[in-house]
């Protein structure tokens, strides 16, 4: 149910910055040309924090890989 309140809110912005920038005239080609501008500027951007969060998720992965907690390093020492 927040998905679907989440989209309408964005589609609601959406068309009130389309009003806004237009003067409260709707034309549909303007509008046609508005969201294809919009979706062109808004694409590349979610594409690239998409892929930075998915790098830094990575590199957090993988960063501690081969470290101990205290725990191990205790078993690990009393085990030899």
């Known amino acids: 149910m927040k998905l679907l309140y989440f989209f309408l809110s964005v589609m609601s ?25 919009g979706l062109f500027i808004l694409l590349p951007c979610s594409l690239l924090i998409a892929g930075l969060a998915a790098l830094f998720s990575h590199r957090k992965k993988y960063q501690d890989k081969d470290m101990m907690t205290i725990r191990q390093y205790y078993n690990y020492r009393s085990a030899r």
Not at 16 to 26: A, D, E, M, P, Q
């Open 13 to 37: 912005l959406i068309l009130t910055g389309y009003l806004i920038v237009n003067n409260f005239s709707f034309d549909h080609s303007s509008f046609s040309n508005f969201l294809i501008n």
